[in-house]
């Protein structure tokens, strides 16, 4: 063989070899990439089953709910986990199906508004009906399987009254089998359906980067509601343990940075509080005065970092309000929220059922950070009350932490005194006085 031929075989193979190495690429590129989210919860290191997983994208402004005992999210990288199509707000409700894209079979809940012959079917993605059953169901959440065939894309339905509710599913598919199977498997749940966040947004979409919010929503042991937010950029698989606490976040605004601080929130009653006592600014030791320098400055518990890490600040009056007296000013809180009147104190405490209960409903429960007997503590309101004690109106010394929570409003009594809230761990009581202005005490937050 010449040499001419030679070469031309050479640039014959290379080009044959750069087309596979680019169609390689295209594929790849087009490959199907999944995160994986798994979640489970603890309340004070023992296990409790999840309630419901809300997800939210904060990078794309969507969200989704995983419901129990779905507690595994499998995304789709650029697709998300799917959106609904004919959609009318009618009180039936298909939620997200789990696992979603799946394998082999994936679980289907449907609520159910009233009882009612309702229609379920199942079409391919070019409208081809692959199974269907017609069946007339109690008011309730209902639960369905489906076992997939050799489709990408399944589009499940249901249909009563002129209304058709669907939800696409993604599907691994199984080059054996070409058959799908719906089966109905029976009634989860009778009673109406509490939902956290209602129906999940349509479209939900996710790609690399992406900052995630999940909140998990739990009973405790002693079948208080309780919830953990945490967020972060996922992994391909990423397993999540939430940590369970009495109370539910505020739907708008489940936690805020402030000052490099993460902030859960409380929706108690019409009020969205702080689930923790505010720790912002630079700490100062007790025996000097907090000043109007526009720098927030704090306390710390025995002068020891580690106490503000736990318990929060403990500051003076006229530092949490910024030198200003007009009730309810923002103070030392981030935007939006304000330093709560005595008003607004009391609007907690009567909703809680009067200042002879609320104290023990505002407790965290145990005696990890209470002294014990810890009285009464059942936290049922979620607003998580911490004794961090106080530093005293010389500044000579700190008293009564692990005993005491002490919380300021914005009210004055008169010039030199001011308001101040106090639970106490031997009783169940609040209390309401009046203390000295240069006191160092809690603070609490509360939305406008």
Known sequence: MNQKKISYMKKVILIIWIVLFLMGNAFAQKSVSVVELSFTAGYYGQYVPLDSILVENLSKGCDTVLYFPDTV??????????????????????????????????????????????????????????????????????????????????????????????????????????????????????????????????????????????????????????????????????????????????????????????????????????KENLNIGTMITGNNNQTNDSIIEKYCYNNDAANCNVYGGLYQWDEMMQYDIIEGVQGICPSGWHIPTNAEWMTLTDYLGSLWVAGGKMKETDTTHWASPNTGATNSSGFTALPGGFRTNSGTYFANLTMEAYFWPSSQYSIPYAWWWIIAYNSSYVYQNYLFKNYGISVRCLKN
């Open 73 to 274: 999210l499998v995304l789709d990288i650029g697709t998300g986990i799917g959106t609904h199509y004919l959609s009318q707000d009618d009180g039936l409700i298909i939620f997200p199906n789990f696992p979603n894209p799946f394998r082999e079979e994936t679980s289907i809940r449907v609520y159910v508004p009233e009882k009612q012959r309702i229609r379920f079917a199942v079409n391919n993605e070019v409208g081809m009906e692959l199974n269907s059953l017609i069946l007339v169901l109690d008011k309730g959440l209902h639960s369905f399987t489906l076992t997939g065939g050799n489709e990408h894309l399944y589009i499940f339905t249901a249909s009563c009254k002129g209304t058709i509710k669907a939800k696409q599913l993604l599907a691994f598919p199984d080059q054996v089998s070409t058959n799908c199977r719906l089966v109905y498997k029976g009634l989860v749940s009778s009673s109406s359906l509490i939902l956290k966040k209602g129906e999940s947004v349509d479209g939900f979409t996710f790609s690399p980067s992406d900052s995630l919010r999940y909140t998990g929503y739990a009973q405790t042991p002693a079948g208080v509601a309780g919830s953990d937010v945490t967020s972060n950029k996922p992994e391909q698989i990423q397993n999540y343990q939430f940590k369970i606490i009495e109370g539910i976040p505020c739907p708008d605004i489940p936690a805020l940075n402030y000052g490099g601080q993460v902030y859960i929130t409380v929706q108690i009653g019409t009020q969205c509080w702080f």
